[in-house]
Structures are given as structure tokens and as C-alpha cells.
């Protein structure tokens, strides 16, 4: 098992930026990927970013590219989202997930943990 808990959330007004973090604990050897997806009201769970866990390869959602970036500290089991330049648009329930296994990244079928999400909104 592992326990995802993320932090950072709030709200920014447009143009303006925030980290998240998603703690990782449990077992962490086992994590292949991790990733971001968000959910507006309304909306479907969409993806945001991943990363290899081991590697660190990227995959992105094209309208973040430039914005937002995901990183991780393998010392720390945490992953962030750096976001940049936020939208009202991105306004949403971001949500932390990892995958023991290779996955389709921007998929949320493939992730086997969740984290409890943290809520970004973005004033115009």
C-alpha cells in the first residue's frame, strides 16, 4: 500500500503561482510513476503531469506546457506541481496518484493510489 497526501492548495489570483506536494509513505519501492490529474465541478478527471519515478521522464498535458512542472525528491517520497502563470481555468480538485506498474501516463485507469486532492482556485 501507499499513502498519498497532498498539500499547497489555495487560492491565487490569475497570473499568480503555487506548489503542490504529495507526500508518498508506505511502500514506495514499489511506485513506478506518479502523477497529477485534476477534476473541475462538472468535469471529468483530466491529466495534468507525470514523472518516472525512477528515471524521471516527464509527460505533460499540452495546455500546461511552459506553466506548470512536475519534479521529485526520491530522498523525500514527495512529488510536486509547480504552476505557473495559473489560469481561471485550472481552477480544480488536484489529485495526486501513483502507479506500481507501467501505465498509459495521462490515463487515471492506470494509477492504483490516490491521493485526498487539494483544491486550487484561480480568481480572475
Known amino acids: 500500500q501507499v499513502q498519498l497526501v497532498e498539500s499547497g492548495g489555495g487560492l491565487v489570483q490569475a497570473g499568480g503561482s503555487l506548489r503542490l506536494s504529495c507526500a508518498a509513505s508506505g511502500r514506495i519501492f514499489g511506485v513506478y510513476a506518479m502523477g497529477w490529474f485534476r477534476q473541475a465541478p462538472g468535469k471529468e478527471r483530466e491529466f495534468v503531469e507525470a514523472i518516472n519515478w525512477s528515471g524521471g521522464t516527464i509527460y505533460y498535458k499540452d495546455s500546461v506546457k511552459g506553466r506548470f512542472t512536475i519534479s521529485r525528491d526520491t530522498a523525500k517520497n514527495t512529488v510536486y506541481l509547480q504552476m505557473n502563470s495559473l489560469k481561471p481555468e485550472d481552477t480544480a480538485v488536484y489529485y495526486c496518484?501513483?502507479?506500481?506498474?507501467?501505465?498509459?501516463?495521462?490515463?487515471?485507469?492506470?494509477?492504483?493510489?490516490w491521493g485526498q486532492g487539494t483544491q486550487v482556485t484561480v480568481s480572475s
Open positions: 496518484a501513483a502507479a506500481s506498474r507501467p501505465v498509459t501516463f495521462d490515463s487515471p485507469r492506470g494509477y492504483d493510489y
